[in-house]
């Protein structure tokens, strides 16, 4: 295991901003993050576990401790009574666990094609697109617990797992390090056709699609929105939604429609939306003024996507965080909700 110094961190995340890692490694077994943990406690070291960096927001200051990047792979599968239990390394790329899933034609992460990033990223914020969530299939998490100095198996319950969240974020943030995950996945076969764009994507053809051909028009409208990482697209080089969806009171509700009424707008209802009292955050952001290619300095907003935050390649983190709330005060200001962020802040 080698321990490098004063690594830059700005191409190790999708946003490509931000300072250098004071001290970075690569942990590629459950022995190597055993190791770092050591170091970093020997050191007195603040440690941060970095995935695919498709979910940060990495300050210019960079990161002042140890950051363990995971490459712990493997997957490997096993079947039973109808379905296959798929286990991989947190390091495996998602969007290849999602892929071999297809092929082998089990259902349940083909909506969650093309999301950027690593499988130990996916129960931190409960990934989720297109009316799926990673907690609906997760079975188990392998962990190494820093309270308790040990390896831990968390079962699904234990994850507590909502939209965006789980305790790995939340109640729990920066005690566990995820080794491995575990998800049930069903043998019929039959994607899920939840999301109206994918609805409409299918509505020509009389029988239901194929998990291959899910995948495939999943990957394809994600493209379209910038939401898919292409090399050479600016649009995509971002964290993803900036924003999550804001989930209302029935008061904060009603506000927003009687604010909206004045106006003489409608708040737009969606099926996968309304069932959570979910309001579209990208909504919000373009009838607050702020449309898609709105650019303040060298940060703006994604020309596809009015919830991506992206930058010319010259922009700072504080560029990003200029815009992030400059977007913040507008729709505060307009619709009285704070919108809440959805990458990780690393080094603020
Ligand atoms: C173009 C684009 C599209 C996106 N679309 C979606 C989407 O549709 N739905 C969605 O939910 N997200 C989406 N995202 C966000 C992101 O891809 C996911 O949140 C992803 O799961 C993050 O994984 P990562 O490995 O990149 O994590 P990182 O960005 O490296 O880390 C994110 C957080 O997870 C922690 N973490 C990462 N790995 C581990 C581990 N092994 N153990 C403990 N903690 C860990 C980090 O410490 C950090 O707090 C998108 C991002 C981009 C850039």
Not at 246 to 275: H, M, N
Not at 282 to 309: M, Y
Request: with cysteine.
């Amino acid at each position: 295991m080698t321990i490098q110094d004063h690594v830059p961190l700005a191409p190790l995340t999708t946003l490509q901003v931000g300072g250098p890692a004071r001290y970075l490694v690569e942990a590629a077994s459950e022995d190597d993050v055993r190791e770092a943990v050591d170091f970093a406690r020997a050191k007195d070291l603040p440690l941060l576990v970095l995935g695919g960096g498709s979910n940060l927001l990495v300050a210019d200051s960079g990161w002042p401790g140890l950051v363990i990047k995971i490459a712990i792979g493997g997957i490997s599968q096993q079947e039973e009574n109808g379905t296959l239990l798929m286990d991989a390394g947190a390091g495996v790329n998602w969007d290849q666990f999602v892929a071999q899933a297809v092929a082998s034609d089990y259902a349940g992460v083909e909506c969650l094609s093309g999301i950027p990033g690593s499988v130990g990223g996916t129960p931190v914020q409960n990934v989720g697109a297109y009316g799926q969530e990673v907690s609906e299939t997760i079975e188990w998490v392998r962990a190494f617990d820093l309270k308790a100095n040990r390896v831990v198996i968390l079962p699904e319950e234990a994850c507590g797992f909502h939209y965006r969240t789980s305790i790995f974020n939340t109640t729990e943030r920066g005690r566990y390090i995820i080794l491995r995950v575990t998800y049930r996945l069903r043998q019929d076969g039959t994607p899920s056709l939840k999301y109206a764009d994918l609805q409409r994507h299918f509505a020509a053809t009389g029988s239901p699609p194929s998990l291959a051909q899910m995948r495939a028009a999943v990957r394809q409208i994600r493209q379209s929105k910038g939401m898919l990482i292409v090399p050479g697209d600016a649009d995509s080089r971002s964290a993803g939604s900036f924003f999550k969806n804001p989930v209302l009171s029935e008061v904060q509700f009603r506000d927003l429609a009687t604010r909206a009424e004045l106006k003489g707008l409608k708040i737009p209802s969606y099926p996968a939306l309304d069932a959570q009292r979910k309001v579209s955050a990208a909504w919000l952001v373009e009838h607050s003024g702020f449309s898609k290619g709105f650019t303040l300095g060298a940060a703006g907003i994604s020309r596809k996507h009015a919830l991506a935050l992206i930058h010319t390649g010259s922009a700072s983190a504080a560029d990003i965080v200029r815009l992030k709330e400059t977007i913040q005060r507008g729709v505060e200001k307009t619709w009285g909700i704070l919108l809440e962020p959805e990458p990780v802040f690393v080094g603020f």
